[in-house]
């Protein structure tokens, strides 16, 4: 059974995607979050929890799904860097998402300048703007765009079986609680979840990994990049919602503190402007909000955001 993966740089790895395409996991990176063999990635973990054989791996650090052209997971060169050799793959596990949720939209990636808007765009004609709220419909454009690109995928692999994993909660490492910004530029993140699960049913052999279903955290280093901890936490949820596997054990619950309908603004959002970061500071160290909607936005406080505290890491256990 040969496996392939697409996915952006959770799923990366130097020397196991194509040569020139951006990776996340090499170097200090992976020094960073103790993911130093590939066998330490979430992805090598489940193929072999299968009782697959890697083929490829078409993952791209940054990537949207949604895109008019490569690198975006729609793009055919990433569909096509699915087969190896002339070897197409039985099985495809496919992870993206967290970037469309973090720009909030293709116009968020091109104007913001982030490192996987599609090449064939001409940015000179465009000014750098820093990225704000996201179109409304930003989640289910981004479910077109995923649609498409399980078509190029089924298309081209006649008889492959597509596993989409909807996407979990990142945990910053120490931190004593969910800091997820849900909301984030105004299109809730289960918007986009959900609109993985209607992409997977409109076409044959997908199916849905629904890690979010399982309401649990993984380990991550900067509230996204999964640590080897949270790699394993990651395969673990995978393995699990495909039936092979017993329910997680070493993950703490999702929790959501915070009900803004944006993170735009707020001072306990870590990033919202060029670039993107899910960490929300609400509970650095003490929670200032309540989990009361319609109250939340009243106790916004005004002043400065507080820097994050020094957590024992056992805290997160």
């Known amino acids: 059974m040969l496996v392939s993966v697409m996915g952006d740089s ?26 130093t063999t590939v066998d330490d990635t979430w992805w090598m973990q489940v193929i072999r929890g299968m009782g697959g054989e890697f083929l490829a791996n078409a993952s791209w650090s940054g990537s949207c799904v949604e895109g008019v052209g490569y690198p975006a997971g729609e793009s055919r060169a990433r569909t096509d860097a699915l087969q190896k050799d002339g070897a197409h793959p039985d099985v495809v596990l496919i992870f993206m998402g967290i970037n469309d949720f973090g720009w909030g939209g293709t116009m968020n990636q091109m104007l913001g300048r982030g490192t996987a ?13 820093a990225p704000g709220p996201a179109p409304v419909d930003a989640a289910e454009k981004f479910g077109e765009a995923y649609s498409r690109m399980l078509q190029n995928i089924v298309c081209d692999n006649p008889g492959v079986e597509v596993w989409c994993l909807t996407l979990p909660v990142g945990r910053i490492v120490g931190a004593p609680s969910t800091a997820f910004t849900y909301p984030y530029r105004g299109n809730h993140f289960d918007r986009y979840n959900n609109a993985i699960r209607v992409a997977a049913g409109q076409w044959p052999g997908c199916h849905v990994a629904d890690c979010r279903a399982l309401m649990l955290d ?26 092979l596997d017993d329910a997680p054990t070493d993950c703490p619950r999702s929790e959501q503190v915070c009900f803004q309908e944006t ?5 306990y959002a870590r990033g919202t402007a060029f670039g993107w970061n899910t960490v929300c500071e609400l509970s650095f160290p003490e ?30 256990h």
């Open 10 to 35: 959770m799923s990366t790895f130097e020397g196991f995607i194509p040569e020139g395409w951006n990776v996340f996991y090499t170097g200090e990176n992976c020094e960073a979050t103790g993911v």
């Open 117 to 129: 808007t599609p090449t064939n765009i001409d940015l000179a004609k465009y000014p750098v703007v």
């Open 218 to 243: 993984y380990e991550a280093v900067d509230g996204t990049h999964p640590t080897k901890r949270g790699m394993e936490q990651i395969a673990s949820m995978v393995l699990h919602c495909m039936g």
């Open 263 to 267: 993170c735009i603004g707020c001072p």
């Open 287 to 316: 929670p200032s909000f309540t989990n009361v909607r319609g109250v939340d936005a009243q106790a916004a406080p005004s002043g400065p955001a507080p820097k994050a505290q020094p957590w024992d890491p056992e805290l997160s």
